[in-house]
C-alpha cells in the first residue's frame, strides 16, 4: 500500500536560513506528489505538486521541491525562511482511480525563531 | 472559480443532535472528497464520490452518512456523534483524472 513518511516531526530554524523537510513515499509507480501547508486553525493550501517532467519543482512563496526517484523522496527546500513561513508542512501522494485519493504523512511542525 | 467553500466554518452540537455539513464547488468537478482532520494529525480520508455516486467508504462508522445531490454539491449529514469525533472536516474536490485536489478551508466541528 501507499505510504508517506516525514522523519522529523518538528523543526526549528532561525529567521533568514535554509530549509529542507524531508519526505519519502512508498508506491509501485511515480505518484502524484504535493506539498501543503496549514497554518493553525485553518485549511490547506498548496505549496506545489508534481506529476512528470522537471524533477525541480518551483512553487509558490519561494518553496521548491526535488523528486528523487532512486530515493523515492520529495523534499522540500526553501533558501531563506520568513518568520510568517511558521505553519505545519504536509506531504501527500496520491492516486487517480476514477478519484483523486490523497494520503498525507503525519506533517512537520516548522518552529521559526528570531 | 478555483474554490471549495464548506459552510458553517464552526460548528458545536450535542451527541444528541442532527446536523449536516455543506461543501459546494463549481469548477466542474466530477469527484468530490471529505477528510476527517484530528487535532495534530494529518487529514484522514473518509469518503470519496465519483459522478456523484459513493465510490469509496473508509470504514467510517454509518453516524456521519454522506450526500452528494448533485455534482457541485456534497453533504455530510451527522447524527448521534461522539466527542471524539470533534475535528477539522475538509471537503475537496477534482477532476476525475484530475492531477490535484482543491482543499475547502474546512468546518470544525466541536461535539459536546
Known amino acids: 500500500a501507499q505510504s508517506v513518511t516525514q522523519p522529523d516531526i518538528h523543526i526549528t530554524v532561525s529567521e533568514g536560513a535554509s530549509l529542507e523537510l524531508r519526505c519519502n513515499y512508498s508506491?509501485?509507480?511515480?505518484?502524484?506528489l504535493f506539498w501543503y501547508v496549514q497554518s493553525p486553525g485553518q485549511g490547506l493550501q498548496l505549496l506545489l505538486k508534481?506529476?512528470?517532467?522537471?524533477?525541480l519543482v518551483q512553487g509558490i512563496k519561494g518553496f521548491e521541491a526535488e523528486f528523487k526517484r532512486s530515493q523515492s523522496s520529495f523534499n522540500l527546500r526553501k533558501p531563506s525562511v520568513h518568520w510568517s513561513d511558521a505553519a505545519e508542512y504536509f506531504c501527500?501522494?496520491?492516486?487517480?482511480?476514477?478519484?483523486?485519493?490523497?494520503?498525507f504523512g503525519a506533517g512537520t511542525r516548522l518552529f521559526v525563531k528570531a | 472559480d478555483t474554490e471549495v467553500t464548506q459552510t458553517p466554518k464552526h460548528l458545536v452540537m450535542g451527541m444528541t443532535n442532527k446536523k449536516s455539513l455543506k461543501c459546494e464547488q463549481h469548477?466542474?468537478?466530477?469527484?468530490m472528497y471529505w477528510y476527517k482532520q484530528k487535532a495534530k494529525k494529518p487529514p484522514e480520508l473518509m469518503f470519496v464520490?465519483?459522478?456523484?455516486?459513493?465510490?469509496i467508504n473508509e470504514s467510517v462508522p454509518s453516524r456521519f452518512s454522506p450526500e452528494c445531490p448533485n455534482s457541485s454539491l456534497l453533504n455530510l449529514h451527522l447524527h448521534a456523534l461522539q466527542p471524539e469525533d470533534s475535528a477539522l472536516y475538509l471537503c475537496?474536490?477534482?477532476?476525475?483524472?484530475?492531477?490535484?485536489?482543491?482543499f475547502g478551508q474546512g468546518t470544525r466541528l466541536t461535539v459536546v
Open positions: 501527500a501522494v496520491a492516486l487517480n482511480t476514477g478519484g483523486f485519493k490523497t494520503i
Open positions: 508534481y506529476f512528470s517532467g522537471d524533477t
Open positions: 508506491y509501485g509507480a511515480t505518484p502524484y
Open positions: 475537496a474536490s477534482s477532476q476525475i483524472r484530475g492531477t490535484e485536489a482543491f
Open positions: 469548477m466542474g468537478h466530477r469527484a
Open positions: 464520490y465519483s459522478y456523484e455516486k459513493l465510490s
